[in-house]
């Protein structure tokens, strides 16, 4: 029986060793629960990095990482801390991440990373074909492993390949810029099916190809080399009923149970009568837009003085690749700008802005959700955006506001939201004052349809459709 085999960079589980002891821990991100059902389907399995450096463990080690990944169905490609260096946080999130993102200036070119990607990518390769026998389906995530299809391909061309980039894919004119451009999209001209979040990011990949390698395309289906590609949108969703069903749980959950952070809110909300609360949760990441939306909170306060000492930012940020350079500016940036406006604005019973720097755990990410009466969602450039949707998830009570930026790729399915431009202050001003202002009924109205919606085209769904129509792709033959 054929089976199906996930490859990302990471896997689905986080390794670590603690005093000698391995300690293993299954993620419970998006992409781990929207696979879930596929993974554990017959003899599935999962390829990727696990997380630790090949030269720092002993064979003992390495040893009981892959039978304690063998146990999870995982298999994980070694990588030294060079590929690192080199493949992730060089070529990956030092070239792909700000170009695909419309971040030129931070777009760094370099020899030692491409050909570090390069390599990497063979690596991964070559697990993948060790684990497949002829005929099975493989489907590669991510823009870390573009390269991918086409070396599965070229090594065995029964395989099912398809490929979802999780991030926007840019325009023509952007895209031009890299150096390998023409590699990168032979790389993944290799899938029989690539997806995309939205029909705009497969438009640009399509007028990619079509202009860089001159290839000829037939609406959404593009030929090439004796074989017909398939390109489409999926646009991701989340665990709904998880996040649903925790919000559930949270309304009945006694005084004693409460989180620490919990009883925090109300105590605050108990003595600020009346005062509202605008949650901001990210990784820290500039494409995220974190600084313009402290900025147009700051702004908002000042346009709207009434609402001084009326209303709260919750900002939660989670540390994320922290060795790069961008990152660490950001932070110095978010920290200052914290500081200011709290220094600025506070008084002895009001701090305008709660900042968190860290990963918080479930339970007190969903109390976060339930409490905020607002959410401000505002990337300047985002592939999808699940917070948004978890934010719609968790309102069982039918109240509260999402402010969305268009450049969000969630922004195309969740039209009922507030749509602002991210760089446009005024907008966002105004939007925040709707939101705190709009009647009960309103809210009501546009968080049925949302809740509908994104309830419906959950993640499990996502994953089905797609391998769905892989399974239509590979089938076409071509005239
Ligand atoms: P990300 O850029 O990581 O993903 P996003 O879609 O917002 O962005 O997902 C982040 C996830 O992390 C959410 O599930 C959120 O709940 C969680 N999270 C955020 N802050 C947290 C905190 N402080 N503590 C705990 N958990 C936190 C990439 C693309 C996105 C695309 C996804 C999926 O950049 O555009 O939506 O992949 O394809």
Redesign the pocket.
């Known amino acids: 029986m054929n089976k199906t085999i996930i490859v990302s960079n990471r896997l689905p589980v986080d390794l670590k060793y603690i005093d000698d002891e391995l300690v293993v821990k299954s993620s419970t991100?998006?992409?781990a629960t929207g696979m879930k059902s596929v993974h554990s389907e017959g003899n599935g399995i999962w390829v990727g990095w696990s997380g630790l450096a090949d030269e720092e463990m002993d064979e003992n080690q390495k040893n009981a990482v892959d039978t304690a990944l063998a146990k999870e169905k995982c298999v994980a490609v070694p990588l030294n801390n060079d590929d690192i260096e080199n493949y992730y946080y060089g070529f990956s999130n030092t070239a792909l991440w700000p170009l695909f993102h419309y971040f030129q200036a931070y777009t760094e070119f370099e020899l030692t990373h491409w050909d570090s990607y390069v390599e990497v990518n063979q690596k991964f390769a070559d697990v993948v074909l060790q684990q497949v026998n002829d005929g099975d389906t493989v489907w590669v995530h991510d823009y870390q492993l573009l390269l991918l299809p086409e070396m599965l391909r070229a090594k065995n061309p029964t395989l099912t390949i398809g490929f979802f980039l999780?991030?926007p894919y840019p325009s023509y004119e952007l895209f031009r810029t890299c150096p390998w451009r023409d590699e990168l999209l032979q790389g993944m001209l290799g899938a029989d099916l690539i997806g995309f979040?939205t029909y705009d990011y497969a438009r640009h990949f399509i007028s990619c190809v079509s202009r860089i390698k001159g290839i000829e395309i037939n609406f959404n289906e593009i030929s090439y080399a004796n074989r017909i590609i398939k390109v489409d949108s999926f646009p991701?969703g989340?665990d709904y009923d998880r996040y649903h069903n925790a919000a559930l749980e949270h309304d009945q959950s006694s005084e004693e149970s409460k989180t620490d952070l919990m009883k925090s809110i109300d105590f605050h909300n108990k003595s600020n009568d009346g005062s509202k609360l605008i949650l901001s949760?990210?990784?820290m990441?500039y494409?995220?837009g974190i600084p313009n939306r402290i900025k147009s909170f700051e702004y908002f306060l000042n346009k709207y003085p009434e609402y001084k000492e009326k209303v709260r930012l919750v900002m939660?940020?989670?540390p994320s690749r922290e060795n790069v350079a961008q990152y660490q500016l950001l932070k110095r940036e978010t920290d200052e700008l914290v500081g200011r406006i709290n220094g600025d604005l506070s008084t002895i019973s009001w701090t305008p802005i709660w900042y968190?720097y860290?990963?918080?755990?479930?339970g007190e990410?969903i109390d976060l959700y339930v409490s905020s009466d607002v959410a401000m969602v505002t990337p300047v450039r985002?592939?999808?955006?699940?917070?948004a949707k978890?934010y719609v998830a968790t309102r069982t009570k039918g109240d509260g506001v999402l402010i969305l930026s268009e450049m969000?790729?969630?922004a195309k399915e969740m039209l009922e939201a507030l749509i602002v431009n991210p760089n446009n202050f005024d907008q966002i001003a105004d939007s925040i004052k709707e939101a705190l202002e709009m009647p009960a009924d309103e809210q009501k109205t546009r968080l049925d349809a949302l809740q509908k919606r994104i309830s419906r085209y959950d993640v499990e769904r996502w994953a089905s459709e797609f391998l769905k129509a892989l399974k239509v792709a590979k089938d076409i033959v071509p005239v």
């Open positions: 991100g998006g992409l999780h991030i979040h991701m989340i949760i990210d990784r990441d494409t995220k939660l940020a989670v968190f860290r990963s918080l755990p479930f990410l985002d592939g999808m955006n699940l917070v978890e969000a790729g969630a």
